[in-house]
C-alpha cells in the first residue's frame, strides 16, 4: 500500500466512521487549548528572554563605561601623583630645563604610554576650550584621535603603536585614539608655569579590553559556548578588541575591521547608544554600542560590549522541542485514553451510521438489537429509528403507486395537448404568412404608382434639356467643336436618366422586361461611377480611393450596375456625415478551388456603421435610417442583381464603418435576362 492510498483509507476512515469523528472532536478543543498555550509560552518566552538579553548587554555596556570612567580616573591621579613628587618638584626648582627630557622618561612608571611637560608658552597648541580650563587650575581628561605627526611630538615610538592594517581593503591606518589627561602646574604667584601631558594609546591595546571583558563577564556569566567581547573603536574601525577572526575557532583578532552601517549611522551620525542583535565581523551577536566622545562632545569613536547570539538561541530552541515533545505525548496518551473508555459507545452510533448509509443507498437494512440494556438511551433510540424506517417504506410505497397514476392521466392530457399545440402552431404560421404577403402587396402597389409617376414628371424635362442642347448644337455650327466634349457628356446623361426612368416604368407593370444585358468589363463601368460620385461630393470633403484589380468580364446591364455602384457610394459618403475616405475595390470572383465565378466589388466607408439589430433590415422596402432618404435605394439595387444571379453582402463595425460588396457572375443566370427587383424586394 503507498503512502497516498494509507492516508486517502484514514481519511475515508475519519469522514464515515463515528468513533474517529467523535475521537476527533474530543481532541480538537485539547488541541486547540494546548496550541494557544504553546504559542503563549513561546511569545511570552521570547519576549521576556529577548527583554533580559538587552538589559543584560546594556548592563554589560554600563560596566565597561563605568571601566573606562575608572581608568581615566587613575590616569589622571597618577599624573597629579607625578607633579607632587619629590623629582618633579626637585627639577621644578633646581633645574627647570632638564623637567622636559625627565617627565618623558616616566611614563613606563606610571603604566602611561606617553607623559610630556610644556611651558606655559606652548598653552595655544591646545583648543581653546582646553585652554579655558588649564588657566581655570582644571586638570581634564578626554579621548581625542591624533594623527602621526601629533603622536611622534608626544613620544617617538607611539606612530608604530598606532598604526593597524586593514583586513580586505589593503591600507594602513596611521591615526590613534588615545586617553589625554592635562593636568595644570603654578608657581607661587599663581601663574601657569607647565602643563603636564599624559595618557594611554588605545589602538592595539589588547590587555585593556581583555581586562574589562574579564570584568564585564566573569566566570559562568554567559550560557555555554558563548563568548563575551568587549571593543574599542576609532570611528567605525576596530583598534582594540577581543572578537575573534572566526567565531568557530576563535582564533585571532578582528582588529582593523569596520562596524556594519547601521549601527554606524546611529551610534557616530545620530550619537545614540545601540542596543540590540547587531552583525559583528562574521556572527551575531547581542550588542549594545556607545559613542567616545572628545573634550569637545563630538562622537570619535565607540566602546562596545556583546556576547553571542546562537548559544542564547540554541538554549531557547532546545526548551521549545522538549516542550513540543511533552505536549505530544500527553495528547498521544489522552487520545488513547479517551478512545479505549469511549469505544462501547462508538460501537453502537457506528451501527446506526452504517443502517443510515444503507437505506441512503436504497438497501432495506435495520439496527436490531444492540447488546444493550433495554432502558439504554441507545437501545430506546435504536427502536424508535427502526419503526420510523418502517412507516418510511410503507409511505413510500403509497406515494409510489400514486405517482404511477399520475404518469398515466399526465401523459394521455400531455399527448391530446401536444396535437393541439401542433395545429396551433400551423394556423399561425399560415396567418403569419398571410399577413407578410399583404404587407408586400400593399407596399409593392404603392411602389408602382410613385413610380410610374416619377418616371412621368423626370421625362418632361429631359425632353425639354434635350431639345434645347439639339438647338444649340445648331446655332453654334462650326463652333460646336469646342464644346463637343460637354454636349457628348450630356448627351450620354440625358440617356442614362431615359434608361432610368424607361426602368422605372418597367417595374411599375406587372410583368418583366427585356434588358439588354451584355459582355462588360467591370472596371470602366466603376470609374464612370467614381466620375459621377466625385463630381456630386466637391463642395464635401470626401476622398474617394479606388483600387481596380478585376481581370474577369461579366454579363451585365451597363445602366442598371452604374445605378447601384452610384448608389451604394453616395450611402457610403452620407453614412461618413460627408467627409472621410471612401474606398472601392474591384477583384476576380474566385472559388475554393481557385475557379473564376466573376468579379467583386467592394465598397468600404469609414463612417458610424450599422448596429446589429438595424443590419438585418436595410434591404426592405421604405426601411431608412436618413430623414432624407427614401428607404428604395439598397431594396432595389438588390433586385437588380439578383436578377442576374449576384449578390450584395454587407459586414460592418458599429463605430468603425461598413462594406458592401457587389458579387456579379460571370454569366447571367436567366437566357432572357429579366429583372424580377419586385419580387426580391
Known sequence: MSVRQFFSMWIRRFRT?????LLLLTSVPIIMTLLVLIALTMYWTVRYTWQSALMNVRADLAVAHHS????????????????????????????????????????????????????????????????????????????EVLDADALSALHPDLPAKAQIPLLQENTVMTKGLVSRSLIPVFDARQQLKWIVDGGILLNNSTQLVDQMRDLVYAANTLPEGSIGTVTLFLGDIRVSTNVPLDSLERNGRAVGTRVSQDVHDAVLKKGETWVDRAFVYDDWYIS?????????????????????EWPMMRIYLTNIVELGIGILIILLISGVIVYRGA??????????????????????????????????????????????????????????????ELEDKVRERTQSLQEKTKELEQHIHLLNQARSRLVSSEKLAALGELTAGIAHEINNPTAVILGNVELLQYELGDDVNRVEEELTAIHEQIDRIRNITRSLLQYSRQGGVQDEVTWQHLNPIVEESLTLVRSGTKKMAVRIDSQL???CCVEVNRHQLLQVLVNLQMNGVHAM??????????????????????????????????????????????????????????????????????????????????????????????????????ENL
Open 17 to 21: 466512521m463515528v468513533r474517529y469523528r
Open 68 to 143: 573606562m570612567v575608572l581608568l581615566q580616573q587613575e590616569q589622571r591621579m597618577r599624573l597629579i601623583a607625578l607633579t607632587r613628587s619629590y623629582d618633579f618638584q626637585y627639577f621644578l626648582r633646581e633645574h627647570p630645563e632638564q623637567l622636559t627630557y625627565w617627565a618623558r622618561e616616566q611614563f613606563q612608571k606610571n603604566e602611561l604610554d606617553f607623559v610630556k611637560v610644556h611651558p606655559a608658552s606652548a598653552i595655544g597648541e591646545f583648543s581653546k576650550s582646553s585652554r579655558q580650563q588649564l588657566l581655570a587650575g582644571k586638570e581634564q581628561t578626554f579621548f
Open 288 to 308: 549594545a554600542y556607545e559613542p567616545l566622545r572628545d573634550h569637545q562632545g563630538h562622537a570619535i569613536g565607540m566602546l562596545y560590549t556583546g556576547y553571542l
Open 343 to 404: 469505544r462501547d459507545l462508538f460501537r453502537p452510533i457506528e451501527r446506526m451510521h452504517k443502517v443510515v448509509i444503507a437505506n441512503k443507498l436504497g438497501l432495506d437494512k435495520r439496527i436490531g438489537s444492540l447488546n444493550l440494556t433495554p432502558q439504554h438511551e441507545l437501545q430506546i433510540l435504536g427502536q424508535q429509528f427502526d419503526t420510523m424506517l418502517d412507516q418510511l417504506r410503507q409511505r413510500n410505497e403509497a406515494i409510489r403507486r400514486a405517482s404511477l
Open 549 to 551: 484589380d478585376a481581370h
Open 577 to 678: 456625415d460627408d467627409e472621410g475616405q471612401l474606398l472601392v475595390k474591384t477583384e476576380d470572383w474566385v472559388n475554393e478551388h481557385g475557379e473564376t465565378l466573376g468579379a467583386v466589388v467592394h465598397i468600404t466607408d469609414h463612417g458610424c456603421g450599422i448596429s446589429l439589430d438595424v443590419l438585418p433590415r436595410i434591404f426592405d422596402p421604405f426601411f431608412t435610417t436618413r430623414r432624407s432618404g427614401t428607404g428604395l435605394g439598397l431594396s432595389v439595387s438588390q433586385g437588380i442583381i439578383s436578377g442576374i444571379g449576384g449578390e450584395i453582402s454587407v459586414v460592418s463595425v458599429p463605430g468603425e464603418g461598413s462594406t458592401f460588396s457587389v458579387y456579379l457572375p460571370e454569366k447571367a443566370i436567366c437566357s432572357n435576362r429579366t429583372l424580377l427587383a419586385l
